[in-house]
């Protein structure tokens, strides 16, 4: 196949099986995602989004916390974080203060996003700290037994609910829109154009940037409430999903076998973190105010 080049210049070698390899640390292959689970696809999508958007990759950072997703970090060749439970988004946001030039995804699971790192989540929507966020959310904490997570819909049974789960769910994309996020999606691992076209719009969008993205568990989630292997969970999706750009992220909570409605339902427009930072501060201080200056020793 012929060589791809992106801006850094950065060359796909001729003899690659896969135009995503030279994107992945192919020594840390296979992965130990199990037979189904759909983390590997939201990555394909995510290499094949930085490589239409031609991004820098010396200037992209991905930062993960602890869960099944929390994986990607240490799959992605690229710079990456793996951090404390729940603290991607705090060492996320200290990343890009510090190098506003970077590039900043946060790649981790629903639990450790709004479980333990909700409180995170809500006040870096709040700032529009200029982050682009995919949670895969699989429903269920996965790497732990599948207990209830807080996204875990009614009537699922879970290690922790074995009788069928009894509390409200959070509904990700309203929660979202409503802390202030600049860009809201949602997909599932079947519609992976879709997805790919998702990322690749945030790595070109300004703000807080929010994708959740709806995957199988099929160790965990899919056995124990019988909705059958990864395939299953694919025809699943393909059946149920409804495509509604722009719907009310209030109409868009999800069940354990009713409509999923995917698309993407906020893209607007706001001042990010640096920006007011730099506004307070040339209005209070005037000609005072300096830029500080980041450099980097590498």
């Known amino acids: 196949m012929n060589s791809v080049t992106l801006e850094i210049p950065y060359e796909i070698p001729a003899d690659a099986h896969n135009p995503v390899e030279p994107f992945l640390r192919m020594d840390r292959m296979p992965h130990i995602w199990c037979p189904g689970c759909g983390i590997g696809t939201t990555v394909n999508c995510f290499t094949r989004a930085l490589l239409d958007s031609k991004a820098n990759l010396d200037k992209v950072a991905v930062v993960s916390g602890i869960g099944c997703t929390g994986r990607v970090a240490g799959y992605a060749n690229l710079d990456s974080f793996h951090t404390t439970h729940g603290r991607a988004l705090p060492f996320a946001t200290g990343l890009k203060l510090a190098n506003p030039e970077l590039q900043v995804v946060v790649y ?71 802390a202030g996020a600049s860009y809201v999606a949602r997909w599932t691992t079947y519609h992976v154009k879709q997805l790919s076209r998702s990322m690749e719009e945030v790595l070109n969008k300004k703000g807080f940037c929010f994708i959740e993205v709806l995957s199988p568990c099929p160790t965990l989630y899919q056995r124990r409430n019988k909705m059958g292997d990864g395939l299953d969970a694919m025809k699943f999706y393909k059946q149920v999903s409804k495509i509604r750009h722009g719907a009310p992220t209030n109409e868009c909570a999800l069940t354990k076998s009713g409509e999923i409605v995917v698309g993407k339902f906020v893209d607007r427009d706001r001042p990010d ?20 200056e980041v450099s980097c020793s590498c």
């Open 108 to 178: 981790s699971g629903d639990g450790d996003l709004f479980a333990i790192g909700g409180n995170h989540f809500i006040h870096a929507a709040r700032r529009n700290m200029d982050l682009k966020v995919i949670c895969v959310n699989n429903l269920t904490y996965a790497m732990t037994g599948g207990q209830t997570a807080p996204t875990t819909p009614g009537q699922v049974i879970s290690a922790t609910s074995p009788y069928g789960v009894f509390e409200p769910s959070f509904n990700l994309v309203a929660l979202a829109e409503a």
């Open 273 to 292: 973190y640096l920006e007011l930072l730099r506004a307070q501060m040339t209005e209070s201080l005037g000609d005072r105010y300096a830029e500080p």
